[in-house]
């Protein structure tokens, strides 16, 4: 292979992942021209065409295909050794790029200020997002989901403690409509859901008892995809929701929000900070993971 293939090949896989070449040239830092010239180039020079444009896409073809598969492995193996370098400095510097959920933001916020007078060459890019996302596509250095999403392959650090899906509303409201004694009666319901991402479906509440399981198809009368505004409308009395315990606990304490099927929601593995089994960690996210380390060593807090 020629040296002045290896800028091709980097935008060939870009171009490829991102299945745009507007994404693409964003990510990599050049015009949308540039990569159109570039890509012409390699195709003429390996003979086959690589990638189908349409006016709303591009993807690999049979080719480019088989070209990805071996080349983004190495192209991965090439960037891990260049951050592996990273550990030859003193203190740790530069990005961190994560993606997280947004419930985990209330475990990760408090932390930061602590981490950032520690180490103030170090830059933290959080992504919210309450999607799957891809973090090697996507080129994070790590995510931050609930346990039971974490892939298998990754290399997970727990950052916070067990969560728990709970049914409230408000007192309000239970006293227009007597509360549910099983999961089935939620379809009698005035019931608040979350849409995870756009388009995408309504999330199921997912509840259990003595091992079995149910993901229950609520009624909505309210969807969003905020947090706070599914939380807002439980405590105006608009009907029933599914929240994080963590999330509804002032207002169960003060008794704003009541909750229903108790013995129905038991708790599952929280928040996890993962990384590829692969990555040679830079200074700056070990540093990063330790600070989330949850529980904390003692004498780590504040």
């Not at 293939?5 to 990510?27: K, N």
């Not at 409230?168 to 227009?176: G, I, K």
Request: positive net charge.
């Amino acid at each position: 292979m020629r040296r002045e293939d290896w800028p091709d090949l980097v935008a060939f896989v870009a171009i490829a992942e991102e299945q745009s070449f507007t994404r693409a040239a964003a990510r990599l830092g050049v015009s949308t021209s540039a990569l159109s010239h570039a890509m012409r180039a390699l195709e003429e020079r390996v003979g086959v065409r690589l990638l189908t444009r349409t006016t709303r896409s591009v993807a690999p073809t049979d080719a480019g295909e088989r070209l990805l598969a071996t080349l983004k492995p190495a192209l991965d193996d090439v960037a891990s050794a260049v951050e592996s370098l990273g550990t030859l400095r003193e203190k740790p510097a530069g990005h961190v790029r994560l993606t997280v959920h947004s419930l985990a933001m209330r475990s990760i916020t408090p932390r930061l200020p602590a981490f950032a007078r520690a180490f103030p060459d170090v830059v933290v890019d959080i992504t919210v997002d309450n999607e799957r996302t891809d973090i090697v596509a996507h080129r994070f250095d790590a995510g931050v989901r609930f346990g039971e999403l974490v892939d298998k392959d990754m290399v997970s650090v727990r950052i916070g403690p067990d969560e728990r899906g709970i049914v409230v509303a408000s007192p309000a409201y239970f006293e227009r409509f007597p509360p549910p004694k099983k999961p089935q009666d939620i379809a009698k319901h005035r019931c608040l859901c979350a849409r995870l991402s756009p388009g995408g479906p309504l999330y199921r509440w997912e509840l259990e008892k003595r091992g079995r399981s149910v993901r229950v198809a609520a009624p909505p009368v309210f969807i969003t995809n905020d947090s706070d505004a599914l939380l807002a409308a439980a405590l105006a009395g608009m009907g029933l929701a599914y929240v994080m315990e963590s999330v509804a606990f002032p207002y169960l304490r003060s008794g704003a929000l009541v909750q229903t099927l108790e013995d129905w929601c038991p708790p599952f593995p929280g928040s996890f900070l993962y990384y590829p089994s692969r990555r040679q960690l830079t200074p700056a996210l070990r540093a990063l993971i330790e600070a989330l380390r949850y529980p904390a060593p003692a004498g780590r807090e504040g």
